[in-house]
T-cell receptor, first 111, second 115 residues
Framework: AQRVTQPEKLLSVFKGAPVELKCNYS??????LFWYVQYSRQRLQLLLR??SRESIKGFTADLNKGETSFHLKKPFAQEEDSAMYYC?????????????FGQGTTLQVKP | DGGITQSPKYLFRKEGQNVTLSCEQN?????MYWYRQDPGQGLRLIYY???????QKGDIAEGYSVSREKKESFPLTVTSAQKNPTAFYLC??????????????FGQGTRLTVV
């Protein structure tokens, strides 16, 4: 069964500290993974996708197939990073079209 | 402007009544989704549709119903059978079809309160 796990409901760090939001997946086939972010009073939006190997707002995420993880990292957290973050995998050829998300992690960056 | 529009933003319903939440997109997307967002539980999939006139149950479909008569519209009805309907509801869409691994676009959400 498809499953996405974000083990931390809340992650609280001080400004300037490194951040790692964890995501583990259980999936058949070869997934593509995404991170979405929801800032206060804004709609949920794409942050980054692993296939692009991009860095957005200083965030990066590496797909580790051995550990089935897709952790989101940023070396120095900023207060404006405070938001809700969701991990979402989509399978490749075995995809049924069912788009599921992890439980979400609230990142709180303190001044 | 291209995007997804959910209406209304806030909705109040009396117990025992059905209520329909609207979701419209002008992105020409094939796939549409409904989620429920509760504190501490993340996004839970209610129903999804990959193509017009077809839809599938998600993980928490009980007490909900949908229709997909038009490509751009995917209304969600919260029925009186839903035991705990007070929640924030999000609609999303993706290009879908053969291109399934693509970005999802979200509406602003509807906050439903049962009074």
């Amino acid at each position: 069964a498809q499953r996405v796990t974000q083990p931390e409901k809340l992650l609280s760090v001080f400004k300037g500290a490194p951040v790692e939001l964890k995501c583990n997946y259980s999936y058949s086939g070869s997934p593509e993974l995404f991170w979405y972010v929801q800032y206060s009073r804004q709609r949920l939006q794409l942050l980054l996708r692993h296939i692009s190997r991009e860095s957005i707002k200083g965030f990066t995420a590496d797909l580790n197939k051995g550990e089935t993880s897709f952790h989101l990292k940023k070396p120095f957290a900023q207060e404006e990073d405070s938001a809700m973050y969701y991990c979402a995998p989509l399978a490749g050829s075995s995809n049924t079209g069912k788009l599921i998300f992890g439980q979400g992690t609230t990142l709180q960056v303190k001044p | 402007d291209g995007g997804i529009t959910q209406s209304p933003k806030y909705l109040f319903r009396k117990e025992g009544q059905n209520v329909t939440l609207s979701c419209e997109q002008n992105l020409n997307h094939d796939a549409m989704y409904w989620y429920r967002q509760d504190p501490g539980q993340g996004l839970r999939l209610i129903y999804y549709s990959q193509i017009v006139n077809d839809f599938q149950k998600g993980d928490i479909a009980e007490g909900y119903s949908v229709s997909r008569e038009k490509k751009e519209s995917f209304p969600l009805t919260v029925t009186s059978a839903q035991k705990n309907p007070t929640a924030f509801y999000l609609c999303a869409s993706t290009i879908g079809g053969l291109r399934r691994n693509t970005e999802a676009f979200f509406g602003q959400g509807t906050r439903l309160t049962v009074v």
